[in-house]
């Protein structure tokens, strides 16, 4: 990988980005249908991306009716993608570094009504991170293999203004909630955001998402005052095989997700991408659904 221009200023990449389709890529052998319960794979170590990307084909290929030479290629087009990305856009302090570690995480989840109606929300802090220089912005990147993408609304002044508008104004309508709710916990503030989200889709009902096409990769930062406001997609007609990449996860450091309310802290992860536990709810509409790691 090229080292690029050391003396050069940094310059502070976009909130979100929508990486182009290659021409020739795999047409056949995507998965259709989840063929087993939900289940989440994880990996959080050294970025090595054979390694990687053969554990983490076991796992949708064991998962799901799909081709393993489909999977393989579009995992390590995903990685690569996202290493070189991650790579050009770090401050020259941190490029050496930044690619060294890594977390992946892959969902294959049967169709549920959870996300029928759009969660809107920021990603707040979700690890520490290797970066010379933590207050710069930081990126994860995204991808589907099997049913609707990630929803993110096309970043603007406008729609920073009335995404932040619309949280102030229902903090301020439940202060006493939310005081309450902080006092109780995580799951107490999961409650409270789900009578958050209607509001939320209401004030943001003029913005529209960014259109994505299936398998198409996309990069958007977190933890930070513009990061992309999105939402889990309505899946409640299809299966969904998704994946969340990140780099620069600091060694030994304690993935921790502060300001994202639904995320449960992993702690158990190894290349078999198994986790010993599941948590499970059932939702009214009596799919099975995970409580997990938020894309
Ligand atoms: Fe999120």
Not at 27 to 52: A, C, M, R
Not at 67 to 82: D, G, P, Q, W
Not at 159 to 181: C, G, H, I, P, Y
């Amino acid at each position: 990988m090229s080292t690029g221009n050391q003396d050069a200023p940094y310059q502070r990449p976009d909130p979100l980005a929508i990486f182009p389709l290659v021409a020739r890529r795999p047409l056949q052998g995507l998965p259709s249908k989840v063929i087993s319960h939900n289940s989440t794979y994880e990996f959080y170590g050294p970025f090595d991306q054979t390694q990687l990307a053969v554990s983490a084909s076991e796992y949708i290929v064991s998962r799901s009716d799909a081709s393993r030479k489909t999977i393989s290629a579009e995992l390590n087009r995903f990685l690569t993608v996202a290493a070189q990305d991650c790579y050009r856009t770090a401050s020259p302090a941190d490029r050496s570094d930044i690619i060294q570690s890594c977390w992946l995480t892959i969902r294959a989840y049967s169709a549920t009504y959870e996300f029928k109606q759009p969660r809107w929300h920021r990603d707040g802090r979700m690890f520490d991170c290797t970066c010379f220089e933590r207050t710069i912005p930081h990126s994860k990147y995204a991808f589907t293999l099997l049913g609707p993408s990630t929803l993110a609304l096309s970043p603007s002044a406008q729609l920073d203004e009335a995404f932040d508008t619309a949280r102030r104004v229902w903090q301020e309508d439940n202060r006493d909630l939310l005081e309450k709710s902080w006092k109780e916990g995580i799951q107490s503030q999961i409650r409270l955001s789900e009578k958050e989200r209607p509001f939320l889709i209401e004030r943001l009902r003029k913005f529209d998402p960014v259109p994505l096409k299936p398998t198409q990769i996309i990069r958007f930062s977190w933890g930070q005052p513009d990061s992309p406001v999105h939402s889990e997609p309505d899946s409640s007609a299809t299966d969904r095989i998704s994946s969340v990449f990140y780099l620069g996860v600091k060694k030994k450091s304690k993935i921790c997700a502060k300001s994202e309310k639904r995320s449960t802290v992993r702690k158990k992860i190894n290349l078999r991408g198994e986790k010993p536990k599941k948590k499970r709810k059932v939702t009214p509409e009596g799919k099975n659904v995970e409580q997990g790691l938020v894309m």
